[in-house]
């Protein structure tokens, strides 16, 4: 099984992601942020995230392990 891609961040940040396939999560606060990282599906390979969400989640969410995806970070 192949691996998905997803985004966190804000709607205006994320939603155009959804046309090349993007589960996007939109999270407009910090506390919706943790809630769609840990909502995550086990199948998230790489999560895209906005300045704001990566800075929500901190550093323990977004270096790099192997139990958790791929982050990669949005520039402001």
Do not use: F, N, Y
């Not at 396939?21 to 769609?36: C, K, L, N, S």
């Not at 840990?38 to 969400?53: D, F, K, M, R, S």
């Amino acid at each position: 099984m192949m691996g998905t891609v997803a985004a966190i961040g804000s709607r205006t940040a994320v939603c155009g992601l959804a046309l090349a396939g993007v589960d996007v999560r939109v999270a407009e606060d910090p506390d919706a942020v943790r809630r769609a990282w840990h909502g995550l599906p086990g199948t998230a390979a790489i999560v895209i995230l906005t300045a704001e969400a990566a800075e929500a989640l901190g550093t323990a969410a977004t270096a790099p392990a192997p139990s958790r995806p791929l982050t990669v970070v949005m520039p402001p």
